[in-house]
C-alpha cells in the first residue's frame, strides 16, 4: 500500500525501466527512476533506508531483504528539483502496482479510503459521484493530476476525480498531504494526489504479456469488462525501448443500490473509458503524451437535494498533455495540455419541461517549464507556469454577447505563476526552500507570494526526523463565483482561499517493524462558505470570504512483518489512525452550509496473508466518526454516527490468468457520508483476468 520514498543525488537507471519524464509530477520537477516497487501501504508510511548504493546488493532468501533492496531503487522528491533517495525533506506516500491490484476495490476513489489521511466521501459507489479531501479540507482543496498534469475542474471539485485511465493501467498512486503551493501551484491548498499510469508490458506470470482482459460481475446488476494491451515498440539497442505506448478501454455499468418514492432507478451507473499513452526517449531527451476519454452517466438519488429523489447527471471529459525533458548540465522539463469537461445536471430526470437542466462546458489550456541545475551551493529550481481556465453554461458566468444553444452564460479567466526553489544538501541534513508568486486575471489579484521550507535530519540506523512550513492558497470555483439560483446568491469577487501549516514527524523503518508519527496544525483564513443570515427580510444562501478554520492534527502508523516471524512469504499487518479537531471563527449568528464535516476519528488496518503457494487473502478495516451533523427530509437534525467496514478479497495467481472473489462491506454497515444518502451494503463481486501476448 503506502509507502514514502526519498530521493537520491544521483539519477540511476535500471533494466526493467528507463528513466521516463512522466514518472512523478514530471513537469512540475519530479523524477522517479524505477526498477521494482516493493509492496506499499497505504495506511502507513515508514521510511526509505537513508543510504543508497548504486551497485547491486548481495541479499540472502528471506522476502524482507528482498524489500528492503528493491526500496531503494526507488527515486521520489517533495520538491520542484529531483533530490537524493534518504535526504528529501518532504514525504509523499505512494499506492504502488501491486498493492492496487491485489486491492478488493472497483475504483481509484475506493482505494484512497485506506488512506489515513484522505477523506473520501461518496455520494455512489464505483466512482458515480465521489469528493476527496486531505486532513479536514474540503473537496475544492486539494489538487489532482495525471502524470503530473493538473486536471483540476474549474466548475466544480465534484467531478475531479473523471479519471479516463482504468486501474489496469496505473504504475502507482502519490499522495502529497499538507500545502504546497510552491510546488504544485494554485489548486494545492490542504494537499495533492497524483495517479500515474505506465505503457509497460505485464509481468505478473512468469514471462511478459503485452496484453490482459478483465472480466467481473457481482451485486445490484454489477459489470465491468476492460482490455489493455502495450502497442508494439522500437528499441535503440541493447533490448532498450526508444518508443512505447498502450491503449485501454472499459465499460462498467450497475443497476443501483436503492429506487425512489416512486420506485424509480435512482443510483443506477453507467460509464466508459478509453486512455492512450506514449513516450519516447533517446540520449538527448524524453517525450511522454497522452490523450483520454471519460463519459458516464449515473442515478444522483438525493444528491444535491433532498427534496428530490430521482436527480440524474452526466458527465464527458477529454484529457490530452505533452511533456518532455532535456538532458545536459540545465535541465528543462516543458509541459502542454489541454482538457475539456462537459456536464449536464438534470433535479428531475427526463423531465427538462418542469425543471430545465443545467448544462456546463469547461476548457482548461496549460503550459508549464521547469528547469533545474547543479553548482557549487547545492541544487536551484526555476521555472513558470500559464492556464487557462473558461466555462459556457447555462447559469454559471457573465451573459454571453452571442448565446448558442444551451449556453447562455461564460467566464474566462487566467492564473499565471512563477517559482524559485534551493536545495541545500548535507550527509544527513537536508534543507530545501522556496517560493511560488501567483496572479489570476479575474479579480485582479496581484502577485502573491507563497513560501515554503522544509528541512529533515537523519539521527541514526532506519530514524528520520523531519519540519516543515508551507503556504498555499486556492482559486475559487465557477459554482462558488457565479451560482446564483434556487436561494443562493454568488459573489463574483471572491478571494482565494489561503493557508499556512507547520507539520513535525519521526519515522523509523527496520526489517521487522516500520512506524511514524507526525502532528500538523493549519491555518486557513478568507474561507469560502455559504452563508445566511436569519434576520434579513428575505433570507438567501451567500458565497463569501466569510470564516477561519484552525486544524490541529495527529497521525501514526505502523507496519510489521509477519515473514520475518513466520514462514508466510508476504504476510503483512498494517495499522495507521489519525485524530483532527477544527475550530472555525465566525459569527454564531449567522447560519453556515459549511459546518466542518470533517473525520475526527479515522482508524484503517490490513491483513495480508498467503494462504497456499498461488491463494492469498487481503483484508482490510476501517472505522471512521465523522464530525457534524445533517437535517433529514423529516425536519430532523442528525449527528453522523461512527461506522466500520470490512472488506476482503481471496486471489488465486497463475502465470496467464487470476481468479478472485472480494466481499465489500461485509459486515453489512450502514454507512452515511453525505446526509440523506445511503451506501450500499453488502456487495459481492466475481472476476477474472487473462494475460496473453498479441
Known amino acids: ?90 514525504m509523499v506516500t505512494v499506492l504502488s502496482r501491486e498493492e492496487i491490484q491485489a486491492a478488493p476495490v472497483q475504483s481509484i476513489n475506493d482505494l484512497l479510503k485506506m488512506a489515513v489521511g484522505v477523506d473520501v466521501r461518496q455520494r455512489g459507489p464505483i466512482g458515480a459521484q465521489t469528493d476527496v479531501s486531505i486532513r479536514g479540507g474540503s473537496y475544492e482543496q486539494i489538487a489532482i493530476l495525471l502524470n503530473g498534469i493538473n486536471i483540476c475542474d474549474a466548475q466544480t471539485g465534484h467531478n475531479a476525480f473523471d479519471l479516463p485511465c482504468d486501474i489496469s493501467d496505473i504504475l502507482r498512486i502519490e499522495v502529497l498531504e499538507g500545502p504546497a503551493g510552491r510546488v ?30 478483465r472480466l467481473e460481475g457481482g451485486s445490484f446488476g454489477y459489470l465491468s469488462a476492460a482490455g489493455r494491451c502495450s502497442l508494439p515498440s522500437t528499441c535503440k539497442g541493447s533490448g532498450v525501448e526508444a518508443l512505447s505506448s498502450s491503449l485501454s478501454a472499459s465499460y462498467t455499468r450497475s443497476d443501483g443500490y436503492q429506487r425512489s418514492k416512486a420506485d424509480h432507478l435512482n443510483s443506477d451507473y453507467s460509464g466508459s473509458k478509453v486512455f492512450y499513452q506514449g513516450a519516447y526517449a533517446d540520449n538527448l531527451m524524453q517525450l511522454q503524451w497522452h490523450a483520454g476519454l471519460s463519459a458516464k452517466g449515473f442515478g444522483s438519488n438525493t444528491f444535491y437535494s433532498g427534496r428530490f429523489d430521482e436527480q440524474y447527471e452526466q458527465t464527458l471529459k477529454f484529457f490530452t498533455a505533452v511533456q518532455g525533458e532535456t538532458s545536459g548540465r540545465l535541465h528543462l522539463k516543458p509541459a502542454i495540455y489541454w482538457n475539456r469537461g462537459y456536464d449536464r445536471f438534470e433535479l428531475i430526470r427526463g423531465s427538462e419541461d418542469l425543471v430545465p437542466f443545467n448544462h456546463h462546458r469547461t476548457d482548461a489550456f496549460g503550459i508549464n517549464l521547469n528547469c533545474y541545475f547543479d553548482w557549487a551551493a547545492g541544487r536551484t529550481a526555476f521555472g513558470g507556469e500559464f492556464r487557462n481556465e473558461d466555462i459556457v453554461s447555462g447559469n454559471l458566468g457573465e451573459p454571453l454577447n452571442t448565446p448558442h444553444g444551451d449556453y447562455k452564460f461564460g467566464l474566462n479567466r487566467s492564473n499565471l505563476s512563477f517559482h524559485l526553489e534551493h536545495n541545500i544538501l548535507l550527509k544527513r541534513f537536508t534543507l530545501s526552500a522556496g517560493f511560488v508568486a501567483v496572479k489570476n486575471t479575474w479579480n485582479e489579484m496581484p502577485f502573491t507570494i507563497y513560501p515554503g521550507i522544509d528541512a529533515s535530519l537523519r539521527l541514526g540506523q532506519g530514524w528520520k526526523l523531519y519540519a516543515s512550513y508551507n503556504a498555499s492558497l486556492r482559486m475559487p470555483s465557477f459554482t462558488e463565483l457565479y451560482y446564483s439560483v434556487g436561494g443562493h446568491k454568488a459573489d463574483k469577487y471572491l478571494k482565494p482561499e489561503e493557508l499556512k501549516a507547520v507539520e513535525g514527524g519521526l519515522k523509523y523503518n527496520g526489517p521487522l517493524l516500520s512506524a511514524q508519527a507526525s502532528i500538523y496544525h493549519n491555518h486557513c483564513r478568507e474561507m469560502i462558505d455559504w452563508i445566511m443570515d436569519p434576520t434579513e427580510a428575505e433570507p438567501v444562501w451567500r ?77 482490510k478495516y476501517r472505522l471512521q466518526k465523522r464530525a457534524g451533523s445533517y437535517t433529514t427530509n423529516a425536519g430532523i437534525v442528525q449527528p453522523y454516527h461512527t461506522y466500520d467496514v470490512v472488506d476482503t478479497r481471496l486471489t488465486w495467481s497463475a502465470d496467464r490468468y487470476t481468479l478472485y472473489a472480494e466481499v465489500n462491506n461485509l459486515l453489512g454497515s450502514h454507512c452515511v457520508d453525505f446526509g440523506n444518502v445511503r451506501q450500499p451494503g453488502l456487495w459481492l463481486t466475481i472476476g477474472a483476468k487473462y494475460r496473453f501476448n498479441i
Open 1 to 90: 500500500m503506502y509507502k514514502p520514498n526519498f530521493n537520491k543525488r544521483e539519477v540511476i537507471v535500471f533494466r526493467q525501466f528507463q528513466r521516463k519524464g512522466y514518472s512523478l509530477f514530471a513537469c512540475l520537477g519530479r523524477v522517479v527512476v524505477i526498477g521494482v516497487l516493493s509492496a506499499a501501504t497505504l495506511q502507513s508510511a515508514t521510511a526509505a533506508t537513508d543510504e543508497v548504493s548504486t551497485k547491486p546488493e548481495k541479499a540472502d532468501n528471506t522476502e524482507a531483504i528482498d524489500k528492503e533492496a528493491t526500496l531503494d531503487d526507488v527515486e521520489v522528491t517533495g520538491s520542484r528539483a529531483p533530490l537524493a533517495l534518504g535526504q528529501a525533506a518532504r
Open 184 to 213: 504544485y501551484g494554485a489548486s494545492s491548498l490542504v494537499g495533492a494526489i497524483n495517479i500515474v499510469t505506465s505503457q509497460s508490458r505485464d509481468t505478473s506470470g512468469e514471462q511478459d504479456y503485452n496484453a490482459q482482459l
Open 543 to 619: 458565497s463569501v470570504n466569510y470564516t477561519r478554520v484552525n486544524t490541529l492534527g495527529f497521525e501514526t502508523s505502523a507496519t510489521l512483518r509477519l515473514d520475518q516471524l513466520l514462514p508466510l512469504k508476504g504476510a503483512i499487518l498494517q495499522l495507521a489512525y489519525s485524530y483532527i479537531d477544527e475550530d472555525k471563527v465566525g459569527n454564531s449568528q449567522i447560519e453556515s452550509q459549511s459546518t466542518l464535516e470533517y473525520l475526527r476519528h479515522k482508524l484503517v488496518g490490513q491483513l495480508r496473508l498467503p494462504l497456499a503457494e498461488r491463494l492469498s487473502l487481503d483484508v
